[in-house]
T-cell receptor, first 118, second 112 residues
Framework: NAGVTQTPKFRVLKTGQSMTLLCAQDMNHEYMYWYRQDPGMGLRLIHYSVGEGTTAKGEVPDGYNVSRLKKQNFLLGLESAAPSQTSVYFC?????????????????FGPGTRLLVL | KQEVTQIPAALSVPEGENLVLNCSFTDSAIYNLQWFRQDPGKGLTSLLLIQSSQREQTSGRLNASLDKSSGRSTLYIAASQPGDSATYLCAVKSTGGFKTIFGAGTRLFVKA
């Protein structure tokens, strides 16, 4: 059980180049998320998905596209990279569990992808 | 719009000290609040999750409390150890949506 994995771990792009970040989870989770983390700003939600074939915009979606063709995979694409997209990107997945305290949702995070856009 | 603030931004304590990390949020209509730990260059690890109907959660030396009316949560770490050194993030999920808002984190350093 690998949990949440991300590919690649590190990438350097030139302005205008495109790339795709891959997130995979083997926990059969319905929900998946892409965040970016910048110094002093915490994590910000880029896009998310509530199930296979569905995606939705988060707080900072501009410049990114996503796809969820398979339940276990969530892809984040940069069509034309800009220096402002230099960041650490985290993928997360979650599911709703019914407990004595009600419905609980815990997010599980991948190790991150460090992206530098020159 | 939900905003999450964590104070202090950084904290250094001697080993063995009990400490409290603070998290405040502006909208009390929350679904849950989660505390995470992040080690340098690593992803986030969930420590404790408090549902909106709960007041606190405990795991080992960690205790998290939630006061929705005042928009505050605290993470209490007992008998701190050098291995506790990390950044601790607070995250709030509001009702009616799938978006989780994170604080910027508190960087903790426990000196041996």
């Amino acid at each position: 059980n690998a949990g949440v994995t991300q590919t690649p771990k590190f990438r350097v792009l030139k302005t205008g180049q495109s790339m795709t970040l891959l997130c995979a989870q083997d926990m059969n989770h319905e929900y998946m998320y892409w965040y970016r983390q910048d110094p002093g700003m915490g994590l910000r939600l880029i896009h998310y998905s509530v199930g296979e074939g569905t995606t939705a915009k988060g707080e900072v979606p501009d410049g990114y596209n996503v796809s969820r063709l398979k339940k276990q995979n969530f892809l984040l694409g940069l069509e034309s990279a800009a220096p402002s997209q230099t960041s650490v990107y985290f993928c997360a997945s979650s599911y709703n569990a019914l407990t004595s305290g009600g419905v609980q949702e815990t997010q599980y995070f991948g190790p991150g992808t460090r992206l530098l856009v020159l | 719009k939900q905003e999450v603030t964590q104070i202090p931004a950084a904290l250094s304590v001697p080993e063995g000290e009990n400490l409290v990390l603070n998290c405040s949020f502006t909208d009390s209509a929350i679904y849950n609040l989660q505390w995470f730990r992040q080690d340098p260059g690593k992803g986030l690890t969930s420590l404790l999750l408090i549902q909106s109907s709960q007041r606190e959660q405990t795991s080992g030396r960690l205790n998290a409390s939630l006061d929705k009316s005042s928009g505050r949560s605290t993470l209490y770490i007992a008998a701190s150890q050098p291995g506790d050194s990390a950044t601790y993030l607070c995250a709030v999920k509001s009702t009616g949506g799938f978006k989780t808002i994170f604080g910027a984190g508190t960087r903790l350093f426990v000196k041996a």
